[in-house]
């Protein structure tokens, strides 16, 4: 839901209503909770502003010169590409001032976001839909944070590091309440034999499914999300799926992808090992079974992608840790139930 953009309230005419009034009211009638932390807008950097100004400044000094001199022609020239750097800084001045008014609000039960000459709007943890430009690992020297959240009432908001400040702490805490409100009814609708749709990526016990084609479970021997792109290394071959930023709640996609992966190949592992003992036991002129070279009986886990996974603290805020959700999961048969393979 988004409110009258802030102004725009009032009878007789467009009339100033307090920011924060807006935020109240969108917080009360979503049912957002107790207020949890303000993030305000990074502070502008005018140095681009100064520059264009002073490069504006010069060529109008020439400009006057030339004037003095008689020389017109010269003058009018020399104004017109002055016009281009000023142009340029009254714009970038303009785009700060407005960036100045920028507020993000997390609550205990979502969040809302207004940007100037905008509406407010306002967003639940349990329905909302985040999508991230690029997942930050562990390991990275700078991480960007580029957010689009969406919600069942069409509700919209985009913003990034550049305009709100501490950007590694609200980016997480938002994946991180996002993800704690909806991973277990994801869990429980697998578990149920539903299938879960990521975008053009789905998921169910058996496979995971995308542009009509299934990969079991069994075959995947990694999950990677580096460059902007997911893809899975599948008997041996990397498959290019989708970009990252085009799948909604990827934490969710990828702590559901990585448990039923993990789960299937332990139930393959034990397999082997069940049948090893028994291969044994056969007369020597029996050879035993090769493994399949393409299938990886120890697949990597999920600490080798090292994907900055966002926890709750135990405080209840929006604030995260380091640390990934990790579940391990003891399979004991094919046909068991997402509750038990998760």
């Known amino acids: 839901m988004t409110t009258p953009s802030h102004g725009d309230v009032g009878t007789g005419g467009p009339q100033k209503v307090p920011l924060s009034q807006l935020i109240h009211l969108m917080a009360e009638y979503q049912k957002l909770g107790t207020h949890r932390q303000t993030f305000l807008p990074a502070p502008a950097s005018d140095s681009l502003v100064r520059g264009y100004g002073i490069v504006a400044g ?26 281009v750097p000023a142009s340029l800084a009254f714009f970038r001045g303009r785009r700060n001032r407005r960036h100045r008014t920028a507020r993000l609000d997390l609550f205990e039960f979502g969040m809302t976001v207004y940007r100037s000459g905008e509406q407010v709007a306002g967003f639940r943890w349990n329905s909302a839909e985040v999508r991230q430009q690029v997942i930050p690992f562990q390991n990275s020297a700078h991480t960007e944070y580029s957010l689009r959240m969406s919600g069942p009432d069409g509700a919209e908001a985009a913003f990034d590091d550049t305009l709100f400040g501490d950007a590694r702490e609200w980016g997480r805490a938002i994946q991180s309440a996002v993800t704690l409100a909806q991973l277990p009814r994801a869990v429980a609708a697998i578990d149920d ?31 990677d999300a580096r460059s902007g792109l997911v893809r899975m290394k599948v008997d041996g071959n990397w498959v290019s799926l989708t970009p990252v930023g085009q799948i909604p709640n990827f934490y969710i996609f990828n702590e559901l992808a990585e448990r039923l992966r993990l789960a299937a190949a332990a139930e393959f592992a034990a397999e082997s090992a069940a049948i090893g003992p028994a291969e044994s036991e056969l007369p020597t002129s029996t050879s035993a079974a090769e493994p399949d070279p393409m299938v990886d009986s120890a697949p990597e886990t999920t600490a080798d992608q090292q994907i900055e996974s966002p926890t709750p603290t135990t405080n209840g805020t929006a604030k995260t840790a380091d640390g990934p959700i990790e579940i391990t999961p003891a399979p004991t048969s094919s046909t068991e139930s997402v509750a038990t393979k998760l």
């Open 58 to 83: 010069g060529f109008t000094a020439v400009g006057v010169i030339c004037v003095t001199v008689g020389a017109y022609p010269g003058a009018l020239a020399i104004g017109l590409i002055a016009l």
């Open 193 to 223: 034999g539903a299938t879960v749709h990521f975008g053009e990526i789905a998921l169910d016990l058996a496979a995971l499914y995308f542009r009509s084609r299934a990969y079991a479970w069994e075959q995947i021997q990694l999950i």
